[in-house]
Nanobody
Framework: VQLQASGGGLVQAGESLRLSCAMS???????VSWFRQAPGKERDFVAA????????HYEDSVKGRFTISRDNAKNTVYLQMNSLKPEDTAVYYC???????????????????WGQGTLVTVSS
């Protein structure tokens, strides 16, 4: 499975961005997730979507501001980010795995496939 993340950029606080994660190759992922990594920090879970059924899960600090969704026909997962804050500044990565279970979706080590990351910078 190959993942291609895109959509990052420089925005001001309060503005919006939409990230895309296009998947190709041997798909069939159980969960597709977004993580982010700020300079000098660990890679943290942001949101996940179950490919079958579309159930979603969010890290507390992004609930109500970010929305994860998928387009089955395009094999693409999106992360709509609204009301962005400077603390959202990070490199955002999409990840996928075909065997991961719900209790592990926030664990970056549980994913086999990763995109290359896209930088989101939010200025104050």
């Amino acid at each position: 499975v190959q993942l291609q993340a895109s959509g990052g950029g420089l925005v001001q606080a309060g503005e919006s961005l939409r990230l895309s994660c296009a998947m190709s190759g041997r798909t069939g992922s159980r969960y597709v997730s977004w993580f982010r990594q700020a300079p000098g920090k660990e890679r943290d879970f942001v949101a996940a979507i179950k490919w079958s059924g579309g159930s979603t899960h969010y890290e507390d600090s992004v609930k109500g501001r970010f929305t994860i969704s998928r387009d089955n026909a395009k094999n693409t997962v999106y992360l709509q980010m609204n009301s962005l804050k400077p603390e959202d500044t990070a490199v955002y990565y999409c990840a996928a795995d075909s065997r991961i279970i719900l209790s592990s979706i926030s664990n970056s080590h549980a994913y086999d496939y990763w995109g290359q990351g896209t930088l989101v910078t939010v200025s104050s």
